[in-house]
């Protein structure tokens, strides 16, 4: 009913900038909290950032001040613009969001997450 779709990543020297897009497609009313997270080899998911409905954000520490979330309620977009990218930034970044939708006839708030998109940093 709902898929996420993540785009932007790449390949990217330090110091360097990438933008990561998700869009939300299907049966959806409303999306109340979108982010991004990402999971290095080795490591677990973590929170990277995250937007409200209301436009309040999150940002782990690490990421603070070099990455900026915004999000485009009426299109379902979020968007992640990450500058200073660092090596220790390499991971695999997801698209989450709680989404109220439609499903088996039902409607109510969903998590779902996209595929996840690569972002590498090289020194």
């Known amino acids: 009913q709902v898929q996420l779709v993540e785009s932007g990543g790449g390949l990217v020297q330090a110091g360097g900038s990438l933008r990561l897009s998700c869009a939300a497609s299907?049966?959806?009313?409303?999306?109340?909290?979108m982010g991004w997270y990402r999971q290095a080899p080795g490591k677990q998911r973590e929170l990277v950032a995250h937007?409200?409905?209301?436009?309040?954000?999150e940002y782990a520490d690490s990421v603070k001040g070099r990455f900026t979330i915004s999000r485009d309620s009426s299109n379902n977009w979020v968007y992640l613009q990450m500058k200073s990218l660092k090596p220790e930034d390499t991971a695999v970044y997801y698209c989450?969001?709680?989404?109220?939708?439609?499903?088996?006839?039902?409607?109510?708030?969903?998590?779902?997450w996209g595929q996840g998109t690569q972002v590498t940093v090289s020194s």
């Open positions: 937007i409200t409905s209301g436009g309040s954000t």
């Open positions: 299907g049966s959806i009313f409303s999306i109340r909290v």
């Open positions: 989450n969001a709680d989404v109220l939708g439609v499903r088996d006839g039902a409607a109510r708030w969903y998590n779902y």
